[in-house]
């Protein structure tokens, strides 16, 4: 039997959201007049979550919080005005300023990423579950750009209670022929859909999601960090800074090798 079409609602009415706000109960209230239901995955955006946590810094305080919030320096470059860092942050996501972010909030202020964007979309998930008697997903979405390609497109950088990842290796695609490296980001493709309907202007912090059932899952499921590539990266840094360790382990070798036919 296949599932319903793909239908996706933009959640108005949240209003502005404050630091100590209860944000699980404000979704709640919000998605309540669509009649939640089970196989629905509920998409909220990470500024929301981030200004419930008071992740809220003084716009003077942005270059200091991109380092603070980072644990490695993939790739950098100058443009008038100031640089551009595209950096590590500590969860694991490559991104660029560390999602530092003044988009969205009061003037003067930006914004953080969510501490733990997973346990974020747990709590949420936990209490649209536990109020509407239903197994709900839930997917905390943020705007990344991406190497290789122009502009941005969001993505889930937290997640509970969905399948986040498909590995299809073993299947067999539409001719018969076995796939050995397919997985779809399920929750990264959610994350993009759900933006086409709030648009990044638009105020609209929350996406309901129908159609996907087969994805949600039980709470234990891993969530967003799993998407997050840990081995194996062939782009570990910029061309820039590869090319300056490079030419410093030259260096170094070089050096090695005078001082061992010195010796000799």
Avoid: C
């Avoid at 979550?49 to 380092?67: D, F, L, M, N, W």
């Avoid at 500590?90 to 003067?108: E, F, I, M």
């Avoid at 399920?186 to 999601?209: F, S, T």
């Avoid at 799993?226 to 300056?244: I, K, N, Q």
């Amino acid at each position: 039997m296949s599932e319903p079409d793909l239908e996706l609602r933009a959640v108005r009415g949240m209003g502005e959201i404050r630091p100590g706000d209860d944000l699980p109960a404000l979704v709640a209230d919000a998605i309540a007049p669509l009649e939640p239901q089970g196989g629905d995955i509920v998409v909220v955006t990470s500024k929301v979550v981030s200004k419930a946590e008071g992740r809220i810094r003084p716009a003077s305080e942005r270059e200091q919080a991109i380092t603070e919030e980072s644990v490695r320096l993939v790739a950098s470059r100058a443009f008038p005005g100031g640089i551009t860092r595209i950096v590590e942050h500590r969860s694991g996501l490559v991104l660029a300023a560390a999602g530092v972010d003044a988009s969205n909030t009061d003037d003067g202020t930006i914004l953080l990423l969510p501490e733990d964007s997973d346990a974020s979309a747990r709590a949420i998930a936990e209490r649209l579950r536990s109020r509407f008697g239903a197994e709900i997903g839930v997917v905390v979405s943020d705007t990344l750009g991406r190497a290789w390609r122009v502009g941005q497109t969001d993505v889930a950088i937290g997640a509970a209670g969905i399948r986040v990842l498909e590995p299809l290796t073993g299947t067999l695609d539409a001719s018969g022929r076995p796939l050995t490296v397919t997985a779809p980001a399920i929750a990264d493709e959610i994350a993009g859909a759900a933006d086409l309907v709030a648009g990044k202007a638009d105020g609209v912090p929350v996406v309901l999601v129908r159609g996907l059932g087969r994805h949600v899952t039980a709470l234990e499921e891993p969530g967003a960090t799993r998407l997050v590539r840990r081995e194996g990266d062939m782009f570990h840094l910029g061309s820039d800074e590869a090319y300056r360790l490079g030419r410093e382990a030259g260096r170094i070798d070089a050096l090695a090798e005078a001082g061992a036919a010195h010796d000799g």
